[in-house]
Protein backbone atom coordinates (compact mmCIF):
# COMPACT_ATOMS: atom_id res chain seq x y z
CA UNK A 1 0.00 0.00 0.00
CA UNK A 2 0.99 3.82 -0.03
CA UNK A 3 1.68 5.94 3.04
CA UNK A 4 3.10 9.77 3.12
CA UNK A 5 5.93 10.70 5.46
CA UNK A 6 7.55 13.43 6.49
CA UNK A 7 9.02 14.03 3.22
CA UNK A 8 8.82 11.11 1.00
CA UNK A 9 5.90 8.95 0.04
CA UNK A 10 6.29 5.00 0.15
CA UNK A 11 4.75 2.32 -2.25
CA UNK A 12 5.11 -1.27 -1.24
CA UNK A 13 4.02 -4.07 -3.53
CA UNK A 14 4.61 -7.51 -4.00
CA UNK A 15 6.83 -8.88 -6.58
CA UNK A 16 4.87 -9.51 -10.07
CA UNK A 17 2.13 -7.04 -8.79
CA UNK A 18 1.99 -3.98 -11.02
CA UNK A 19 2.79 -0.60 -9.44
CA UNK A 20 1.22 3.18 -10.04
CA UNK A 21 3.23 5.87 -8.68
CA UNK A 22 1.76 9.18 -8.97
CA UNK A 23 2.77 12.96 -9.37
CA UNK A 24 1.66 16.05 -9.30
CA UNK A 25 3.61 18.91 -11.07
CA UNK A 26 3.26 22.57 -10.67
CA UNK A 27 3.30 24.39 -13.63
CA UNK A 28 0.91 24.11 -16.52
CA UNK A 29 2.96 26.04 -18.78
CA UNK A 30 4.96 23.09 -18.46
CA UNK A 31 5.90 20.97 -22.14
CA UNK A 32 7.73 17.75 -21.17
CA UNK A 33 8.25 15.75 -18.48
CA UNK A 34 10.23 12.89 -17.77
CA UNK A 35 10.22 10.15 -14.87
CA UNK A 36 13.83 9.23 -12.87
CA UNK A 37 14.57 6.40 -11.11
CA UNK A 38 16.99 6.76 -8.34
CA UNK A 39 19.08 3.66 -6.53
CA UNK A 40 20.90 5.04 -3.04
CA UNK A 41 23.37 7.22 -3.55
CA UNK A 42 23.50 7.34 -6.96
CA UNK A 43 22.39 9.81 -9.58
CA UNK A 44 18.80 9.92 -11.31
CA UNK A 45 18.33 7.18 -14.10
CA UNK A 46 15.93 8.13 -16.84
CA UNK A 47 13.43 5.70 -17.27
CA UNK A 48 10.54 7.68 -20.02
CA UNK A 49 9.72 10.92 -20.89
CA UNK A 50 6.09 12.26 -22.37
CA UNK A 51 5.72 15.59 -24.15
CA UNK A 52 2.62 17.47 -23.22
CA UNK A 53 0.61 16.98 -26.53
CA UNK A 54 0.78 13.64 -25.76
CA UNK A 55 -1.11 11.56 -23.18
CA UNK A 56 0.02 8.34 -22.94
CA UNK A 57 3.44 6.69 -23.94
CA UNK A 58 4.33 3.23 -23.26
CA UNK A 59 7.73 2.14 -23.02
CA UNK A 60 8.90 -1.74 -22.00
CA UNK A 61 7.38 -2.42 -19.01
CA UNK A 62 6.42 1.31 -18.11
CA UNK A 63 3.91 3.73 -18.93
CA UNK A 64 3.52 7.21 -18.40
CA UNK A 65 0.16 8.94 -18.00
CA UNK A 66 -0.58 12.79 -18.73
CA UNK A 67 -3.83 14.48 -17.43
CA UNK A 68 -3.01 18.21 -17.70
CA UNK A 69 -6.44 19.45 -17.22
CA UNK A 70 -5.72 18.07 -13.30
CA UNK A 71 -1.65 18.22 -13.96
CA UNK A 72 -1.64 15.01 -12.97
CA UNK A 73 1.64 12.05 -14.15
CA UNK A 74 1.82 8.58 -12.88
CA UNK A 75 4.01 5.95 -14.15
CA UNK A 76 3.14 2.71 -13.75
CA UNK A 77 5.08 -0.94 -14.01
CA UNK A 78 4.04 -4.02 -15.19
CA UNK A 79 5.26 -6.68 -12.93
CA UNK A 80 7.16 -5.04 -10.70
CA UNK A 81 11.00 -6.50 -9.84
CA UNK A 82 12.66 -6.46 -6.64
CA UNK A 83 15.48 -4.47 -8.76
CA UNK A 84 12.31 -2.26 -9.74
CA UNK A 85 13.16 -0.49 -5.53
CA UNK A 86 14.50 2.80 -5.85
CA UNK A 87 13.15 6.57 -5.27
CA UNK A 88 10.97 7.35 -8.40
CA UNK A 89 10.69 11.08 -9.39
CA UNK A 90 9.14 13.09 -11.80
CA UNK A 91 10.43 16.32 -13.29
CA UNK A 92 8.90 18.65 -15.58
CA UNK A 93 10.39 21.44 -18.10
CA UNK A 94 8.72 24.65 -18.49
CA UNK A 95 8.33 25.57 -21.69
CA UNK A 96 10.84 28.24 -23.24
CA UNK A 97 13.47 26.96 -20.83
CA UNK A 98 16.29 24.41 -21.92
CA UNK A 99 16.73 21.15 -21.47
CA UNK A 100 18.10 20.55 -17.90
CA UNK A 101 16.34 23.11 -16.18
CA UNK A 102 13.93 20.56 -14.81
CA UNK A 103 11.85 20.87 -11.69
CA UNK A 104 11.40 17.49 -9.59
CA UNK A 105 9.01 16.27 -7.97
CA UNK A 106 8.48 15.06 -4.05
CA UNK A 107 9.22 11.48 -5.23
CA UNK A 108 7.52 7.91 -4.05
CA UNK A 109 10.15 5.66 -2.41
CA UNK A 110 8.79 2.33 -3.96
CA UNK A 111 9.76 -1.28 -2.13
CA UNK A 112 9.21 -4.30 -3.68
CA UNK A 113 8.49 -7.55 -1.93
CA UNK A 114 9.88 -11.24 -2.99
CA UNK B 1 25.69 6.04 -24.68
CA UNK B 2 26.67 9.09 -23.12
CA UNK B 3 28.32 9.41 -19.68
CA UNK B 4 28.78 12.31 -17.12
CA UNK B 5 31.41 11.80 -14.53
CA UNK B 6 31.14 13.35 -11.16
CA UNK B 7 34.25 13.39 -9.22
CA UNK B 8 34.72 13.18 -6.41
CA UNK B 9 32.19 10.67 -5.10
CA UNK B 10 32.37 11.71 -1.87
CA UNK B 11 34.17 14.33 0.51
CA UNK B 12 34.31 15.21 3.73
CA UNK B 13 35.74 18.83 5.05
CA UNK B 14 35.66 20.49 7.90
CA UNK B 15 33.86 24.05 8.24
CA UNK B 16 35.49 26.75 7.03
CA UNK B 17 36.89 25.11 3.88
CA UNK B 18 36.01 25.00 0.17
CA UNK B 19 35.64 22.19 -1.74
CA UNK B 20 35.34 21.66 -5.34
CA UNK B 21 33.19 18.92 -7.38
CA UNK B 22 33.78 18.52 -10.89
CA UNK B 23 31.51 17.31 -13.74
CA UNK B 24 32.77 15.80 -17.14
CA UNK B 25 30.87 14.71 -20.10
CA UNK B 26 33.02 11.97 -21.53
CA UNK B 27 32.18 11.25 -24.84
CA UNK B 28 30.19 14.47 -26.19
CA UNK B 29 30.49 18.34 -25.98
CA UNK B 30 27.80 20.33 -23.44
CA UNK B 31 27.62 24.07 -23.61
CA UNK B 32 25.31 24.21 -20.71
CA UNK B 33 25.53 21.90 -17.44
CA UNK B 34 23.14 22.21 -14.61
CA UNK B 35 23.87 21.61 -10.44
CA UNK B 36 21.56 19.92 -8.41
CA UNK B 37 21.28 19.47 -4.80
CA UNK B 38 19.39 16.83 -2.60
CA UNK B 39 18.90 16.47 1.07
CA UNK B 40 17.97 13.42 2.51
CA UNK B 41 14.70 11.49 1.58
CA UNK B 42 13.79 14.84 -0.50
CA UNK B 43 13.73 15.57 -3.58
CA UNK B 44 16.54 17.21 -6.36
CA UNK B 45 16.81 21.28 -6.33
CA UNK B 46 17.69 23.34 -9.44
CA UNK B 47 20.78 25.14 -8.54
CA UNK B 48 22.12 26.98 -11.12
CA UNK B 49 22.78 26.48 -15.33
CA UNK B 50 26.60 26.44 -16.05
CA UNK B 51 27.22 27.74 -19.27
CA UNK B 52 30.38 27.12 -21.44
CA UNK B 53 32.19 30.48 -21.59
CA UNK B 54 30.01 32.64 -19.69
CA UNK B 55 28.68 33.41 -15.89
CA UNK B 56 26.20 31.18 -14.39
CA UNK B 57 22.59 31.28 -14.11
CA UNK B 58 21.79 30.98 -10.47
CA UNK B 59 17.86 29.94 -9.39
CA UNK B 60 16.07 32.02 -6.79
CA UNK B 61 17.58 31.86 -3.21
CA UNK B 62 20.99 30.14 -4.23
CA UNK B 63 24.11 32.59 -3.25
CA UNK B 64 26.15 32.74 -6.32
CA UNK B 65 29.07 33.43 -3.91
CA UNK B 66 28.56 30.43 -1.84
CA UNK B 67 28.19 28.52 -4.56
CA UNK B 68 31.20 29.08 -7.26
CA UNK B 69 30.15 27.34 -11.36
CA UNK B 70 32.88 27.68 -13.25
CA UNK B 71 32.30 25.97 -17.47
CA UNK B 72 35.86 26.72 -18.71
CA UNK B 73 35.71 24.00 -21.41
CA UNK B 74 32.74 22.37 -23.24
CA UNK B 75 33.66 19.03 -21.03
CA UNK B 76 33.95 20.59 -17.58
CA UNK B 77 32.20 22.62 -15.28
CA UNK B 78 32.80 22.92 -11.48
CA UNK B 79 30.85 23.85 -8.67
CA UNK B 80 33.04 25.26 -5.87
CA UNK B 81 31.12 24.99 -2.22
CA UNK B 82 32.87 27.72 -0.65
CA UNK B 83 33.54 28.47 3.38
CA UNK B 84 31.20 25.26 3.67
CA UNK B 85 29.38 24.63 6.92
CA UNK B 86 27.10 21.80 8.16
CA UNK B 87 24.14 23.15 6.54
CA UNK B 88 25.58 22.86 3.41
CA UNK B 89 26.43 18.61 3.91
CA UNK B 90 24.47 17.58 0.91
CA UNK B 91 24.48 15.22 -2.00
CA UNK B 92 25.42 17.54 -5.23
CA UNK B 93 24.32 16.11 -8.67
CA UNK B 94 25.01 17.63 -11.98
CA UNK B 95 23.65 16.95 -15.47
CA UNK B 96 24.15 17.60 -19.28
CA UNK B 97 22.37 17.75 -22.43
CA UNK B 98 23.96 17.04 -25.22
CA UNK B 99 23.02 16.01 -28.75
CA UNK B 100 22.02 16.95 -32.14
CA UNK B 101 19.15 19.38 -31.85
CA UNK B 102 15.93 17.71 -32.10
CA UNK B 103 17.77 14.76 -30.25
CA UNK B 104 19.22 16.22 -27.27
CA UNK B 105 19.29 13.98 -24.20
CA UNK B 106 20.33 14.84 -20.98
CA UNK B 107 22.46 12.99 -18.90
CA UNK B 108 23.15 12.94 -14.97
CA UNK B 109 26.09 12.32 -13.22
CA UNK B 110 26.35 9.79 -9.91
CA UNK B 111 26.34 12.70 -7.84
CA UNK B 112 28.87 13.61 -4.38
CA UNK B 113 28.00 13.27 -0.85
CA UNK B 114 29.69 16.54 0.59
CA UNK B 115 30.00 15.96 4.44
CA UNK B 116 30.67 18.90 6.29
CA UNK B 117 32.37 18.60 10.21
Known amino acids: GESVGLHLPTLSVQEGDNSIINCAYS??????FIWYKQESGKGPQFIID?????DKRQGQRVTVLLNKTVKHLSLQIAATQPGDSAVYFC?????????????FGRGTQLTVWP | GAVVSQHPSWVICKSGTSVKIECRSL??????MFWYRQFPKQSLMLMAT?????????EQGVEKDKFLINHASLTLSTLTVTSAHPEDSSFYIC?????????????FGSGTQLSVL
Open chain 2, 95 to 107: SASGGTRGGEKLF
Open chain 1, 27 to 32: NSASDY
Open chain 1, 50 to 54: IRSNM
Open chain 1, 91 to 103: AEKPRGSTLGRLY
Open chain 2, 27 to 32: DFQATT
Open chain 2, 50 to 58: SNEGSKATY
